[in-house]
């Protein structure tokens, strides 16, 4: 076999070893699939002392990235160095240079998403991305391609394996948050500083993408609303559980005519919803299509050889694409234009938790707060907590984001504390 494809890699942490180990370990299959010898060229790194846990024999080091987007002898990149502006400039130099490019930094394809396949486009090169969500999951190969015929409605997931952890943590030992967190970051799951994942903004950009391809659309990261898990307790799930629901960290997409709603928060799903057993640091994605109806992707969200699968599979449908054009599909779709949904369009129902003075006369005052804003309500329980206050749980219809807020405003003027809220997702006949 005479045909070469060279692939330069940009990092070699924890993905770009991935990528490495598996083009070395599957060349054989690979060459078989692609009817080409795919081998790595040269490889990126910051440190060139530094020992790596991948046999690099053969392979070419440097410290320079000029030395792969420079290089004509190299026909794709892969971008698994992290960060934002600094990937960005060496993948839009890669794309100049006529050469593909895998990444699987969600960091930048949710920001930088559009103007960069629009570069591909231009240059008539490939930017394949599958690996920036949800890991070894093939879910957005699956949006583009298995479900091309499909008009997409909804898309929602468990797209942070920390979370989740933590989460399932939380709900099947009684840990608190504190405890579900440290031992996150003791298994590596959590960076030290885990502000990305526990506040939503690592799924809000996977949410991004997720809606852009789904939709074809070209949503912002700020059109996303987020509320991430910091404040949930123990106490939530434990009562959620009573009710049969189960928490998640849901990202959201979901498309109503020309109106989408993007959100990532905590929600409550009924027990047997799909959703509700991923469980640990795994992730899924639930797709609803009107012909197909609904779809789960499910599988590991992270990790060295997960990811690393992923990219090395980008880079197999890259090979296989080479004599094909146009190549870069995604990025030959216009924009189909779109406008956020109003809080008064968002429409769900709620579960809300508050602490109340024991007191002849109160819940009336709070069953009342909901009348005002005619919000009607499924459920109402109350529970002693000590000698002076009683815990409440309301289950409300559905209801309007809007709405809601204005029972939240006016509950603040009763209540002790208003200890959370949730929304809880449809309720359906899963089997």
Request: glycine letters at 8%; hydrophobic letters at 40%; a negative charge.
């Amino acid at each position: 076999m005479h045909n070469v494809i060279n692939v330069g890699v940009l990092g070699l942490g924890t993905v770009g070893s991935g990528v490495v180990h598996i083009l070395k370990e599957h060349y054989k299959k690979i060459a078989l699939d692609t009817g080409y010898e795919v081998k790595v060229k040269t490889v990126v790194v910051r440190d060139l002392e530094k020992e790596r846990d991948v046999c690099i024999d053969g392979i070419a080091v440097t410290s320079h990235a000029d030395e792969v987007l420079n290089d004509s002898n190299i026909d794709i990149v892969v971008e698994v160095m992290g960060g934002i502006e600094e990937a960005k400039q060496h993948i839009v130099k890669a794309l100049r240079n006529k050469k593909h490019v895998v990444t699987a930094n969600k960091d930048l394809m949710a920001v930088y998403g559009a103007e960069l396949l629009q570069l591909a486009n231009v240059n008539d090169c490939d930017l394949c991305y599958e690996a920036s969500v949800a890991g070894g999951i093939p879910v957005l190969r699956g949006l583009t391609d298995g479900l091309a015929s499909d008009q997409i409605e909804k898309i929602m997931g468990i797209v942070n394996g920390t979370t989740n952890y933590m989460l399932t943590k939380m709900s099947q030992n009684g840990w608190s948050y504190e405890e579900a967190l440290q031992e996150a970051q003791k298994l590596g799951f959590a960076e030290s500083d885990p502000t990305a994942d526990v506040d939503g903004l690592d799924a809000a950009r996977k949410v991004a993408i997720l809606a852009n391809l789904g939709f074809s659309m070209n949503v912002s990261l700020d059109d996303v609303q987020v509320r991430g898990i910091r404040k949930v307790e123990k106490e939530d799930l434990q009562m959620a559980e009573k009710l049969g629901f189960t928490m998640k960290l849901i990202g959201k997409a979901e498309k109503q005519g020309s109106a989408i709603h993007l959100s990532v928060e905590p929600t409550l799903l009924p027990s047997r919803h799909p959703l509700s057993n991923v469980n640990n640091e795994f992730n899924a994605v639930y797709v609803h299509g009107q012909a197909v109806g609904e779809v789960m992707f499910y599988g590991p969200g992270a990790g060295k050889l997960p990811t690393g699968s992923a990219v090395v599979s980008d880079i197999i449908s890259i090979v296989k694409n080479m004599n094909q054009v146009p190549k870069n599909k995604s990025a030959l779709k216009e924009p189909v234009p779109y406008e956020l949904q109003g809080d008064e369009e968002v429409v769900s129902k709620y579960f809300l938790r508050i602490s109340l003075q024991d007191e002849p006369g109160m819940l009336q005052k709070v069953t009342e707060c909901f009348v005002n804003y005619s919000v009607s309500l499924k459920e109402v329980i109350q529970l002693p907590l000590n000698r002076e206050l009683a815990e409440v749980v309301v289950v409300t219809h559905q209801t309007s984001k809007y709405q809601f807020e204005k029972v939240l405003g006016a509950i603040e003027a009763v209540a002790s504390k208003i200890n959370s809220y949730y929304i809880i997702e449809e309720e359906k006949q899963y089997v």
